[in-house]
């Protein structure tokens, strides 16, 4: 009798250690800072956030960690889950930001404000630790797209050679956010400007008498000391830069 009894509170210990742990309480991050994202008003402009899922951690039979960022939407809110899991089970933070839009005379001004974290901890035998993430980083650190031509009363062979000489070309582990394709193509070009990685895909023409220059970039965004990114200030200052390689 003695060893069914032991036999049935091991069977549910065991139950219970494929459950989750309770969660704890919200913490609230309204005492962080929001960011805020200035954009044009005559171009639409999409804001992507970094998402991912990845192994982190090999073992002799595959992958045994991985790590991932997911976005949703719920109430209006921007919902952030940083993840640690087996493909299976694991533990996350799970972040609310608040989403507001203001219009002013000539931008429009998205901001997003932490209000609040939620963890989990799925298991209860050596269980992933939930994972740390600073958020503000993260909302700060985005990438958008913009398109634009300019015309150059030089030939195409010679904008073409201008790139070369006076640009760098982009790093080949440069990846778009929500994708796992990593750029490798020789017409790629990359710059900074105002603390944001630009990569660019430079394509010419011939036009009229001289040519057509059409760039495709993808503006990577950094931290920013008053945490306002001035995506407006972004876009001229890299056209104003190609504009001034096409015309060396």
């Known amino acids: 009798m003695f060893k069914k009894v032991i036999t049935v509170a091991l ?19 309204t005492n962080l800072p929001a960011v ?10 999409d804001i992507s956030f970094n998402t991912y899922d ?3 951690s090999y073992g002799d039979k595959g992958c045994t960690k991985y790590g991932s960022i997911k976005l949703g939407n719920e109430a209006g809110n921007v919902i952030v889950e940083k993840r640690t899991h087996n493909g299976a089970i694991g533990s996350g933070a799970v972040y609310t930001i608040n989403e507001t839009t203001e219009r002013t005379s ?11 974290m939620s963890s989990y901890q799925q298991g209860l035998i050596l269980p992933f630790p939930v994972p740390s993430m600073d958020i ?4 700060s650190n985005t990438q958008f797209k913009t398109k634009f031509e300019i015309d150059s009363e030089y030939p195409s062979q010679s904008v073409k050679a201008n790139f070369d000489r006076l640009m760098n070309k982009v790093r080949k582990n440069f990846r778009i956010y929500g994708s796992n394709s990593k750029l490798a193509l020789d017409d790629y070009y990359m710059l900074d400007v105002e603390g944001a990685k630009v990569v660019m895909l430079v394509e010419s023409f011939p036009y009229r008498n001289g040519s057509k220059v059409v760039v495709n970039a993808v503006v990577q ?3 920013s000391n008053n945490n306002v990114i001035d995506v407006a200030s972004i876009i001229k200052s890299v ?3 190609i504009a001034k390689v096409i015309n060396s």
């Open 11 to 29: 069977f549910a210990s065991a139950l219970a250690a494929c459950k989750s742990t309770p969660p704890p309480a919200d913490v609230p991050l």
């Open 54 to 56: 990845k192994c982190e």
């Open 136 to 139: 503000v980083d993260y909302l």
């Open 106 to 116: 000539d931008s429009n001004i998205v901001t997003y404000q932490p209000a609040k």
């Open 221 to 223: 965004t950094q931290k």
């Open 36 to 45: 805020s994202y200035k954009l044009p008003l005559n171009q639409p402009i």
């Open 239 to 241: 056209e104003a830069k």
